[in-house]
């Protein structure tokens, strides 16, 4: 049993975030520091081969769903609510359709249920062509990703998990070497034998294509209370380039129906 990291904000029903693919709890600080100040738990954690959690040898959604489940276990957490984004979706999806009486209402972001193409090759060969032995900083480590990954965002991204240690060595806080070659598991489609009937709410960026409308037969079969709504002007990380509008849309569902 894996005790992952995990960071806790506010009291009330308690709300756990699930980070996407590359990503950290990090990412989701600013949003949850607001939504712990509304009444709600927020426990943000980073899932394995990510962040301050283990590195494992092995990386897949249904693995990571357990380790979600132990979370649960762990900190004495009956029902919740479940948000994922990306490859955090897809274990919030899960995890929801696995163990329906854990959740409440499930938030999913940017995200379908059905399989995806590999989509991160140039992150790969971004990331493997920095030699963490010589650099003596994050400018010399962005210099040797340009080539591979051109869009500054995207670099600032990765390089969010480039950490120094006291020595002054550097070294990535993923598990890059089991996340690279465990890639197919992370991309898989999520298919349960089961529904999750409950009020699910998936949030699309405008401008992504990660959620098509080809998607929504196979996301209303699993999912047939689910609504989906559309952030414009919002790529994939919708959180990120709309927090106010992304903030409006959880908390308004989260308060939906709630006596």
Do not use: C
């Amino acid at each position: 049993m894996l005790h992952l990291n995990y960071k806790k904000y506010g009291t009330g029903k308690p709300l756990i975030i699930l980070h996407g693919f590359l990503g950290s709890l990090d990412n989701w600080h600013t949003l949850a520091t607001e939504w712990g100040k509304s009444g709600i738990g927020v426990y943000t954690v980073d899932l394995r081969n990510h962040g301050r959690s283990p590195h494992t040898e092995e990386h897949s959604i249904k693995l990571m769903s357990d380790d979600i489940f132990d979370f649960l276990e762990q900190q004495n957490l009956d029902k919740i609510n479940l948000l994922g984004h990306s490859m955090g979706g897809k274990v919030a999806m899960h995890f929801a359709l696995n163990h329906p009486e854990k959740v409440d209402k499930l938030i999913i972001a940017d995200i379908a249920p059905g399989a995806y193409k590999h989509s991160h090759d140039d992150v790969f060969s971004a990331i493997f062509n920095v030699d963490i032995t010589k650099i003596r900083s994050r400018k010399e480590a962005e210099e040797m990703m340009i080539k591979y990954l051109p869009d500054f965002g995207t670099r600032q991204f990765i390089l969010k998990n480039l950490e120094r240690s006291d020595e002054g060595n550097y070294d990535w806080k993923f598990n890059i070497k089991t996340l690279f070659r465990e890639y197919d598991e992370t991309i898989k489609a999520v298919s349960s034998g089961h529904i999750f009937s409950n009020d699910v709410l998936f949030l699309k960026g405008g401008s992504s294509t990660y959620i098509r409308e080809r998607d929504t037969p196979e996301i209303l079969k699993l999912f047939p209370n689910a609504s989906i709504e559309i952030i414009e002007n919002a790529g994939h990380w919708l959180h990120a380039d709309k927090p106010k509008e992304f903030s409006e849309k959880v908390i308004h569902f989260l308060n939906e129906n709630n006596s």
